[in-house]
């Protein structure tokens, strides 16, 4: 009972700390301060009669969306002579893991540098300033020679060090029983089975009125679509929102719902920071912006969908990995952010800085994570911080090493779990033919989806990460499309074959897949 | 991509047919049209893809003469709220005849910038034999509505079963086409920027074939409803609609009806920033070869669906009735994916696929 209170205000005061720094603290301040005028507020009770002004006036609602915000994406702190590695990662063997990964990922870019003969970052000349920034909205058409740099790393590299994975603590001897993993991952993670997905997800149930499904145009709007799209116009709330999206939300009021629940409101200082981030682009050339510009051509203005927005990609991408205010989520992230230091001086602590800006180096897709909400977002500094705060909260798991049940080895295990499950002879037939099913399913899994389903059900999808703050149901969707394609996929003689069968899933409803997987199913 | 072969050969029970062979249907050229039409003699079931006279609705000054007609005559009847609703053409004048008429409206309003348009052959139209001799000069809409800092126009198959009665069916699907560059008034030079027909982009510099510039409806739809929600976007397209009607109903008495022919129309439609749309153009002879993937499905199901309508199994099958014995029955139109259009006299209620 003790620790519990011992936590819970550890948790308070830390909240309390970072809230102390915002900008809501000092409005809410001055709020405080211009609420004296009014005749209601007594100086007898000062205290009550101020928070009864915050409530009415709403600011005690914005406050309540702000520390939702903060529980949603702090981890809750363990041990408290927990070292801070702790909260990145608490297995040493992941640690290590992502330690070395990224030692290859910084040759892999130092080399290219070397060979380019390319600084890491330079400062531009005056013309080349203004050429920038005459052509800002329009970097699309730029077509600067990429062809000698290539993507850091691809998703199947990544994989490759999953697979390799293994827990010198554990040992589960050589020979097979029912409890082998036939999988491609080879550690011991928890991972959810169906009925424990039912009870996480129960908001997805049959009986439960769902976007994506009952707003089809078989079923009459008054079944669930018009109460539904009532009840999501009056939300003003936070923890509310979250709940509500658990059914989807209705196309018009996606961009709101999704903000209110990132807790993003557009303030100005927000704009001013993002000029100055533009700035930062106008002034300096990085070595990353390349890598950029490239995945960005090969990936998003490629798709029929998303080549549209071009432009707003690079806008976003080269801000964001300026921003060294994202350098902050690298306390909970297993990752690191890279070293660099001024030329001459290796080694030397006072001149080192982190490369690039944000820590953040880009691997081929990574744009992807972006494009869809070019849909929804059409103002340049809102859809930036939509953006970074999903890559925040969610998009950095899903390439770094974490034994994180939202991480990518997690969803990875959990996905081969599922298979291995409830299809078996689906899973082994696969094994057999040489077909491991991750093989096919870790890059929809690496981009969330992105770029693989329709965009309309792409939304849906991310609705509910949004809802249940978690990427498991990427690695159930998955299972779900794999189950859903069985028949042929027991007709295939190799890995090809089995690559061809899974090629489109632009055709796919992923509400209907999920439901049937997860409640439907006999198992 | 030759979709119309494709789907022509196909089709269970049709047989091609060479050169002088008799054929109980043609999708014809309207240069075989204008050559033959009058003196071929044709069977009751016959059917051919033209027209004798659609330039009455495709050729842009006739189409301008027509709808001026139509809505003058319009105003008389239900009165000037609702002879507004033929306010969807940009101001037209034919050169050179019209000329004097055209300098008169370009000194009244000196900022406006017009574009000049070659009349009679557009790029959808195959060879025609009259050479190009007319132009139109049109008002250039100067705020199209912007995708990605894009401009686009959307491109609607409407089939004309025939215009005495009006009978004519909305496709369900078509496309958005965007221009492959940034749209700029700066750059009115740039052919490229202004003119969306892929036909146009495909000898851009910048036309990557892999990108294929278009975006199907549905996805146009859904994106126009995040931005300005789904009211909004029901009332474009209900606006859209009223294009259609009026256009048609606009040439009905001109068009010289004939039960032989039925028309695949291709619309293209301008959105401006205020979301109304603009009539730019009617092609009589869209475009049917296929620039990607999803264009090719596109135009198969689209034509798919117009031989569905058109129904020749049917028309041939009672001709062979020589009994009276009730033939089996198959549906004679696919009602999923083309939609009849009400006549003007009754209200319009066309029901879109959800967004």
Partial sequence: MLQEESDLSLIIAQIVQKLKGSNLYSQLERQAWASLQRPEIKLESLKEDIKEFFKISGWEKKLQNAVYSELSVFPLPSHPAAPPEHLKEPLVYMRKAQGSWEKRILKSLNSMCTELSIPLARKRPVGEQKELLNKWNEMGTDEPDLSLFRPVYAPKDFLEVLINLRNPNYENGDSLSFRTHLGLIQVPLKVKDIPELKECFVELGLNIGQLGIDDSTQVPPELFENEHVRIGQKEQDSAAAQQYIRQGSPTALRAELWALILNISSQPEDVLYYEQLKTNVIQHDLLVDSLIYKDVKLTASNDDYYFVFEDYLYQVLLCFSRDTSVLSHFAFNSASPPKSYIRGKLGLEEYAVFYPPNGVIPFHGFSMYVAPLCFLYHEPSKLYQIFREMYVRFFFRLHSISSHPSGIVSLCLLFETLLQTYLPQLFYHLREIGAQPLRISFKWMVRAFSGYLATDQLLLLWDRILGYNSLEILAVLAAAVFAFRAVNLMEVTSLAAAEAVLADLSTLKVMPLLQIFLFATVT | ?355
């Fill in chain 2, 1 to 355: 991509m030759n979709t119309l072969m494709d789907v022509l050969r196909h089709r269970p029970g049709w047989v091609e047919v060479k050169d002088e062979g008799e054929w109980d249907f043609y999708w014809c050229d309207v240069s075989w049209l204008r050559e033959n039409f009058d003196h071929t003699y044709m069977d009751e079931h016959v059917r051919i893809s033209h027209f004798r006279n659609h330039y009455d609705l495709t050729r842009k000054n006739y189409m301008v003469k027509n709808l001026k007609r139509f809505r003058k005559q319009l105003e008389r009847e239900a009165g000037k709220l609702e002879a507004a609703k033929c306010d969807f053409f940009p101001k037209t004048f034919e050169m050179p005849c019209e000329y004097h008429l055209f300098v008169e409206e370009f000194r009244k309003n000196p900022g406006i910038t017009w574009i000049m348009k070659p009349d009679t052959r557009s790029s959808d139209d195959q060879k025609d034999d009259i050479p190009v001799e007319n132009y139109v000069a049109q008002r250039y809409i100067e705020n199209p509505y912007l995708i990605g800092g894009r401009k686009f126009d959307l491109r609607v198959y409407v089939l004309v079963m025939s215009y005495i009665p009006l009978r004519a069916w909305l496709y369900r699907d078509g496309f958005a086409r965007f221009s492959n560059t940034r749209f700029t008034l700066n750059s009115i030079d740039d052919q490229y920027v202004h003119l969306t027909n892929v036909a146009v982009q495909k000898t851009s510099p910048d036309y990557h074939p892999k990108k294929g510039c278009k975006w199907t409806l549905q996805r146009f739809r859904q994106y126009l409803a995040s931005k300005h929600g789904p009211e909004a976007v029901e009332t474009l397209f209900r606006d859209i609609d009223n294009i259609f009607v009026k256009s048609l109903q606009s040439v009905q008495k001109v068009i010289i009806s004939n039960k032989h022919c039925f028309e695949l129309y291709g619309y293209d439609i301008l959105i401006d920033q205020d979301l109304k749309p603009w009539l730019l153009e009617v092609n009589a002879s869209p475009s049917l070869t296929a620039s990607s993937q999803e264009d090719y499905e596109l135009k198969t199901c689209l034509l798919e669906d117009t031989l569905h309508v058109v129904d020749m199994e049917a028309r041939l099958r009672q001709r062979s009735e020589e009994t009276t014995e009730a033939a089996l029955l198959l549906p004679s139109s696919s009602e999923e994916s083309f939609q009849l259009i009400p006549s003007c006299q009754e209200e319009i209620s066309l029901s879109r696929p959800c967004v």
